[in-house]
Structures are given as C-alpha cells and as structure tokens.
C-alpha cells in the first residue's frame, strides 16, 4: 500500500465529485487517516450536505499550499466517530496535478483596475477623492496572477488594483504588478500580472474557479470527440 502521509493529512481541505457528475464539486475536509481509508466531513455545497451511497466512485481534489493533487476512489462506507465521516478507499495512485500558483486556464473575465498601491487607493477613498478605473479583460487566469488585456497601456512593474467585484470569482480586490509586457498598443495592451497582495482564502476562490473551468473544458473536449 503507498504512502500518502504527506498528503492525506488531518483537517485538509478537499473537493468532492461523484463520478456520475464530474462537473459539481462539494467541499469537505480529511478527519481521519489510516493505512486502508481515509474519513472525511460530509461534502456539502452552500452548507447543505449531499449522501453518497457505499459503493460510490468519487472523485477527489486534495488542496495543499504547494499543489493540488487528485485522485479516484470508492466510498466504503460510514465512520462513526465524534461526527460522522464519509469512508473513503485508500487510493492505490495520487497525482500531482500541478502547482496552484503556476497552473493556468483560459477565462475572459471583465474587470476594472486602478492604477497605483491599494494602500494609496483606500487613502483616496478616504478623502473622497475621484478615481480613475480602467477597463480591462483577463484572458487567462492563475493562482498567481493573470494576462490582462488592457484599456490603457501598462508598464513593466506598474502597480495595479485589480477590482473584482461582479466577477464569478466572488473576491474583492487585489494589488498586483505588472511582470511582463507582451504589447503595448494606443487602445490595446497585453500584460502578464503577478498578484501581490491577496488573501490566502481569495486565493483559493480563484483556484477552486481555475478547477472548475479546467472541468467544463474537459467536458466539452469529451463530447467533441
């Protein structure tokens, strides 16, 4: 049996799909490991628990700081602890999929971004100053930064504020800087952006939209088939 101790570790977080319907992820999180199964929290979406039968094959999502990893098993049953925990399978194969910093999908999110420190920003919202936003698209997106199509044109290390809101990615808003310039047009500039500042628990918002967006692109490559 391998050993995955220094993934399958106690109060990990992890997402849950039944391999009925790939596409619906529900988070939970590991509460129990030994050397044949691992227990974990009943998934939920939105705080409302879904049963899994025994006998179920699943898919799982491990999110660690360094990497996601996944892997498919079967549920084996209940473990009936302090809390009631999905068994799952010890899994014979975990792969590394790939580092959530650098893994990268194509989006076309529309966005608002200011130019200058988001410490400058909250300072001029303060004194009720008017502030310039420009329009910009993300084309693709990381957890590390994205490739924004701008509006204006940008600079190499030109700090931004890249504003969020009414976007699917349910954040607020981040600082950034500018690493590469891939064009610079009049009304049309391509730039590559790191994230400076962000919330770990933002991060993991546009990660967990990173992984669903690479599923509804390996559904569609299916039914193209």
């Not at 809101?165 to 610079?184: G, K, M």
């Not at 962000?198 to 990173?210: L, P, T, Y």
Request: proline share 3%.
């Amino acid at each position: 049996m391998a050993n995955f101790t220094n993934i399958l570790k106690i109060n990990t977080r992890v997402e849950v799909s039944l391999d009925t319907s790939p596409n619906d992820y529900y988070d939970s999180r590991i509460q129990h490991v030994s050397r044949d199964a691992i227990g974990i929290i009943l998934p939920s979406k939105r705080g409302r628990p879904i049963t899994i039968a025994k006998g179920a094959k699943v898919n799982v999502s491990v999110l660690t700081e360094e990497a996601r990893y996944g892997f498919q098993t079967t549920v084996t049953g209940i473990i009936t602890d302090q809390i009631r925990l999905v068994k799952l399978a010890m899994p014979q194969r975990i792969e590394q999929l790939q580092m959530r910093q650098f893994f990268r999908v194509p989006a076309y999110i529309r966005i608002n971004f200011h130019l200058g420190t988001l410490e400058k920003l909250l300072e001029g919202e303060d004194r009720g100053q008017q502030l310039n936003w420009h329009l910009a698209f993300i084309e693709d997106l990381s957890g590390g930064g994205c490739k924004l199509n701008s509006s204006i044109e940008l600079f190499h290390r030109d700090t931004i504020v890249v504003n969020f809101e009414d976007t699917p990615l349910e954040i607020d808003r981040v600082q950034a800087r500018v690493v590469r310039v891939i064009s610079n047009e009049k009304y049309e500039c391509y730039a590559c952006i790191e994230f400076e500042e962000i919330d770990e628990s933002d991060r993991d918002k546009i990660v967990r939209f990173i992984f669903k967006r690479q599923l509804e692109m390996k559904s569609l490559q299916t039914k193209e088939i």
